[in-house]
């Protein structure tokens, strides 16, 4: 079945630090990949979607590609905020069942300190 | 505004007790579901409806029970069958027009049996 691998946190940063969050998918079709971020006591928002190999996703200068070579689709943002700090999903919807099959990763918390 | 509203956004159950989650939303969509969320294993989902009248189930669907009987209300039933229902539920929605759309999520209800 589908499944979604994002790293293992808690991840803490000094702000302005690059930011990596790894994220790996198994997929039976040709899956759209999705980053969501929540924020605390709130439902999640989101932060980017790629629907297709090499697509860049693109929002408050967060960015990530879809890899269909090495199925990933990492998060990465080039100087990271206080106000980023959240719980990061990575996520999937896979054709062969539509939407009603979007799979999460675990998520990572991210911190950032001042 | 449009969007999705989750209440209570805190809910106490005794043991025994069955207890119905409330979600609403007013974004005209045609798909609506239902998702778990427990520290460190992501969102896992239990139930999901594409349409007015009908539902399926997800993932972890025993013990917990739905409706549909508008389009813009998705009402979760936990019962006293489900055996571990402390945890953090997300009510989402979406345009029922592909795989690659996202869904737009509510602002949770914590329940907690005491």
């Known amino acids: 079945g589908d499944s979604v691998t994002q790293m293992e946190g808690p991840v803490t940063l000094s702000e302005e630090a690059f930011l990596t969050i790894n994220c790996t998918y198994t997929?039976?079709?040709?899956?759209?990949l999705f980053w969501y971020v929540q924020y605390p006591g709130e439902g999640l928002q989101l932060l980017l979607k790629a629907t297709k190999a090499d697509d860049k996703g693109s929002n408050k200068g967060f960015e990530a590609t879809y890899r269909k070579e090495t199925t990933s689709f990492h998060l990465e943002k080039g100087s990271v905020q206080v106000s980023d700090s959240a719980v990061y999903f990575c996520?999937?919807?896979?054709?062969?069942?539509?939407?009603?099959?979007?799979?999460f990763g675990t998520g990572t918390r991210l911190t950032i300190i001042p | 505004d449009g969007g999705i509203t989750q209440s209570p956004k805190y809910l106490f159950r005794k043991e025994g007790q069955n207890v119905t989650l409330s979600c609403e939303q007013n974004l005209n969509h045609d798909a609506m579901y239902w998702y778990r969320q427990d520290p460190g294993q992501g969102l896992r989902l239990i139930y999901y409806s594409q349409i007015v009248n009908d539902f399926q189930k997800g993932d972890i669907a025993e013990g917990y029970s739905v409706s549909r009987e508008k389009k813009e209300s998705f009402p979760l039933t936990v019962t006293s069958a489900q055996k571990n229902p402390t945890a953090f539920y997300l009510c989402a929605s979406s345009p029922r027009t592909g795989w690659n759309t996202e869904a737009f999520f509510g602002q949770g209800t914590r329940l907690t049996v005491v």
């Open positions: 997929a039976t079709g040709y899956p759209s």
């Open positions: 996520a999937l919807s896979d054709p062969d069942f539509g939407n009603e099959k979007l799979t």
